[in-house]
């Protein structure tokens, strides 16, 4: 007879095995280098002038989502790079970057 308590212990760690590893993605320009976990649900913001993180552990709207860079494209700021995590409920966030804007810009 198998024990209980071993054989799960055997399937969580099958589980965790099979799991793909989701590394973080980032985004820069020439002012900012942004990161994001969409699983840990928390994203980062460097200054590329100092190399200093002045935004670190910042909070995504939840955890376990799935991002990816995309092109992003806006009337009043032109051709950037955004990172767009999703969400199993459907909601959807982004985090964008624009050359020559010293700002990051978030979306909902």
């Known amino acids: ?34 990161s994001a976990d969409a699983g840990a649900g928390t994203f980062s913001v460097t200054s590329k002038a100092t190399g200093k993180s002045f935004l670190s552990a910042g909070k995504l709207s939840g955890t376990a989502g799935t991002a990816k860079v995309v092109d992003a494209s806006d009337k009043v700021f032109g051709q950037g790079r955004c990172i767009e995590i999703s969400y199993a409920n459907g909601n959807r966030e982004t985090i964008a970057l624009y050359p020559g804007l010293p700002f990051v810009l978030f979306g909902s």
């Open 1 to 34: 007879m198998i024990n209980k308590s071993l054989f799960f212990g055997c399937c969580l760690l099958l589980a965790a095995a099979s799991s793909p590893a989701v590394a973080a993605v980032a985004i820069d320009n020439e002012m900012y280098s942004v």
